[in-house]
């Protein structure tokens, strides 16, 4: 499904995508609101983000061929022979020492005095040695009809020089095609142990406890429901909910920084994280594959199961012009051979033709390239659901973000309280009453200033209403507590504040009790983040926020937003980011940062919906295209600016790739590159790629140093 709608999506303008999009949330939205009531539990939102985020299977790597084998169905079939040709990379040493002597053996067989068949033996030598499992793959391609196959083709073209008596040349197209695939085979195994030192997050055993017996069981069974025990020192396999024990929970392996907290009962245990103090009893609350270590864990597997449009279009291209090429060569292998009776001269030039028609290198490079940036943001804690959210990510011209959470802590604290006809403590015990429940950092804070007493005072039928506040019944009076607008709403005259804050009135029954002002303070590293993302590239940064309008302006100017705009309702921030896509450039893409708080549905909108300390939100991680699992905001520009030199690498590669084969076919079939030459430029170009690949590996682990000594001061 989502594979239809994105190609759906290509044909629509971005206007009628993004006035789809929040059609869809709305419906959702809808729906969600329509089961709360029925007291149902919450929809998990569209169908393509689950399938994104957290349903997407584990593979293996015979169930990975399969799936891209799937991906590459109904594609034209020259494609699908040339991406399949593309799968089968491995890197081993037997190969790489064969190779190593096949070179030396060439050298020498070069630098022989021989002649006849003798000469042709000791190029053979080295040409098996190198190419002996291209010759199996191209009788298998034969044996299938796949005329098109690439080791058919290169075998081809290496029979023709061959025949013509190009011997060097014929080993040294094995030779360096082997070395090519060696490489790019190189760099792939080290992208995914990479990805596999991310296993260590997902523990495969777990202790279930069974009244006072505790047994071993596999994580991968553990039933929702179960309890099971942590021992201080081991990593949590499954998220949960503590029912016993006091301990300190470190998420830093999980989140890639520095993060830990402390739990007791009733807190939330997130899996991947290791348990520091003490042992813990846990109620699984999800399975270990919808837990949070998996999705990031898949997401660093998966990520090349969304193609970047690059990718997409490479392989379109190639689908047409490598038989292009094909026919190309056999024209001058036939036509100036009879015209000019010099037919060794001809074959050696359609051969040259022929290798350079073969560019499965380009279209692996540029996977790995992405899926190299995949495997980096993942160990620096990030989901990112697919090359295709990097890509996007990589134009982003316009930011825009929420502010609660966001660019500030979130982390409220009640400042003062203004209380009308009543004492402070009754104002703050009904706020609190009816705050209770709510998620909201405002409603945490007002609870905790509350005291305990609150959770005595019942309050019934509670509404959250989002970015305005809550309503409940308390002693069968009606209580509202929230912003200026939800006063407004309700037809209850207010007082202006008279300090600055966030303030939160009261009113019961229609007559108003008096507002609390809260503060929360910014992030130490938000104007840093925003002149670093500035710097990379962001045009526009823009502030969203359901605050009212006199902290919203005080927080934009001191970060230096370009735009901003308050007291918006989670539809409005959804309004407001569908306007803001619809009045950017073109070929630039709008990207939403929140905390998944009141901001889900603007995460799903957006081109790409960052989200921030995602790691004990599931909605938030479901709910956007990549997402950060710690709350450090640096995170962002280093997860912009790897995306940035991931689009930049894999132009660069496809550059470079296409101006060395137009070179090698102008000089070729001119006559002025010799077959040799021509395998070893290519062979350059190949290995070019793949170096560009390591070095987006590279900066992935620079950044790792940068923020441990980040960490340090
Ligand atoms: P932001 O856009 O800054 O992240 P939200 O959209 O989460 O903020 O909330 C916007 C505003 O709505 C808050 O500043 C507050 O005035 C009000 N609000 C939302 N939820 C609550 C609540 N539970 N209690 C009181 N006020 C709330
Ligand atoms: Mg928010």
Known sequence: MAKHLAKKEKKRSALDVAKEKLSLIKDSAKKIGSREKSGEKKSKGPEKTIARAIRIPVTNSAKKAAARKK???????????????????????????????????????????TSGPIRLLSFLVPFLLAGYNYLYEAFQEAFMGIVLGRELILMIAVLMALCA???????AVMICLKIGDLTLAYIEMIQSEKVSALYALRPEKAELVNGDAVSPVRASEIAVGSEILVRAGETIPVDGVVLDGTSVLDAAPLVGGNCSFPVAVGSEAISGCTNVNAPLRIRVERTQKDSVSSALIRAAENAWMHKSAHERQLQWV?????????????????????????WRVYLVRAAILLTVSQMYSVVQSVKLSYDCAAACAASDGVVVKGHDVLESLSRAETMVFDKTGTVTEGEYRVKEVFPRGVSEGQLLFLAGAAELYSPHPIAKAIVAASGAYASEISAVDIKEIPGR?????????????GNAAMMEEHGIAFDNPSIPGSAIHVGV??????????????????????????????????????????????????LNFDLVKAELTPEEKCSSVEYLMSNRNVNTTLAFVGDGVCDADALRLATVGIALGSFDKPEA??????????????????????????????LQQTIVCGAVKLLVLIFGAAGLCSLPVAAVIQMASILYEAYSARRILLSGDEHKILRVKERKI
């Open 71 to 113: 991906e590459t169905e109904g594609s034209d079939a020259f494609q699908s022979v040339m991406l399949n040709k593309t799968l089968d990379l491995r890197f081993n040493t037997t190969d790489l020492f064969l190779t190593a002597l096949a070179l030396i053996l060439l050298v020498i067989a070069h630098f022989l005095p």
């Open 165 to 171: 008596g190009e011997y060097l040349g014929a080993a």
């Open 318 to 342: 190639l689908s047409y012009l490598s038989p292009a090429l094909v026919l190309l060569s056999v024209l001058m292998a036939v036509i100036p051979s009879i015209a000019t009776g010099e």
């Open 469 to 481: 506040g809550v309503s409940a019944f308390i002693d069968g009076r009606c209580v509202y507590v």
């Open 509 to 558: 029954d229609g007559h108003y009790l008096g507002h609390i002002i809260l503060e929360d303070a910014l992030r130490d590293s938000a104007f840093d983040v925003i002149e670093e993302l500035r710097a990379a590239g962001v045009g526009t940064s823009v502030l969203l926020t359901g605050d009212v309008h006199s902290s919203a302006r005080r927080i934009a100017s001191s």
């Open 621 to 650: 991680l479901e709910a956007s295209d990549a997402a950060i699992l710690g709350r450090e905001l640096r995170t962002l520009p280093r997860l912009y600016r790897l995306a940035v030199q991931t689009a930049r690498t894999a």
